[in-house]
């Protein structure tokens, strides 16, 4: 048993030393001249404008059963014109960077987790390295910066998107105007609603990119490693974001709420 622990504890610290070096040397390259800046535009291709019709979808649902399942209670309080300032400031706060921030870990973690992966398998990678080619500059690097670039922006179209979702659900019974929904959802929120709700984005992005750099680009068991990659990229994303959030809200709670 205590061999065990022992060796779970090793593993754990090996596994930490090496996501610093990692780390490390994404820092080292970003810092250098070189570039890539047609890999990182098309990478930020990638991962926003295909990834833009996932976001717009779930962005619209969120809203939309957001609305569906708070009108009913507010309604019995006799607060059904408080519907709109709720939606945006559950959205714009905390739903809707969380939840978009688990949709594209999902989808672009697992993405780069494969991709590198597959790359790593068939030693394209290595080939980089023997033609001089810099992986980690062109491999790592844009990637991690278009999803460090992209997520805010993902999130900020989808937040928007739950809005009109918001006012598609309030007039399934009630006949709210554009204008009027949209004026109460405005003026409910506020410059400290926004601002925390982007930065952290700016985290998560990292995360994403930099977990899903990280599992692709050190997967070496065979063929296997790929789904492998991809599946770790997935989980430990998601559970990064959750972690984020949670010391993102704290900070948030005693710096701009207070």
């Known amino acids: 048993m205590e061999q065990t622990i022992k060796s779970g504890v090793y593993k754990l610290l090996e596994k930490v030393g090496d996501q610093v070096n990692f780390f490390l040397s994404f820092v080292r390259h970003l810092l250098r001249k070189g570039f890539e800046w047609n890999e990182f535009l098309r990478q930020c291709f990638i991962i926003g404008y295909k990834s833009f019709p996932l976001i717009a979808v779930t962005g619209f649902i969120l809203g939309f ?28 706060r905390e739903i809707g960077p969380v939840i978009i921030a688990l949709i594209s870990a999902g989808k672009i ?22 033609s001089s080619a810099d ?38 019974d009630n006949k709210v105007s554009l204008h009027l929904y949209f004026n109460k959802a405005f003026n ?15 985290f998560f992005g990292f995360a ?32 990064w974001i959750i972690i984020l959030d949670g010391i993102a809200v704290q900070l948030t709670n005693i710096f701009a709420y207070n």
């Open 135 to 172: 992986p980690i500059q062109y491999l790592v690097v844009t990637r991690i910066l278009a999803c460090t670039f992209m997520i805010p922006l993902l999130t900020l179209m989808a937040d928007a998107i739950s809005l009109f979702g918001g006012f598609v659900g309030s007039n399934l």
């Open 208 to 239: 994403i990119g930099f977990i899903g750099c990280y599992h692709g680009y050190h997967s070496n068991r065979g063929t296997e490693s790929v789904g492998h990659a991809a599946n770790s990229a997935v989980v430990s994303a998601s559970l």
């Open 109 to 130: 973690a697992s993405s780069i987790g494969a991709e590198l992966g597959s790359m790593k398998v068939t030693e394209q990678i290595s080939a980089m390295e023997v």
């Open 188 to 202: 409910a929120l506020a410059f400290s609603d926004l601002f925390p709700g982007v930065i952290k984005t700016v």
């Open 65 to 92: 059963v957001l609305t569906l399942q708070s009108l009913p209670t507010l309604k019995d309080f006799g607060a059904a014109s408080y519907v709109p300032g709720m939606v945006s400031v559950s959205v714009v």
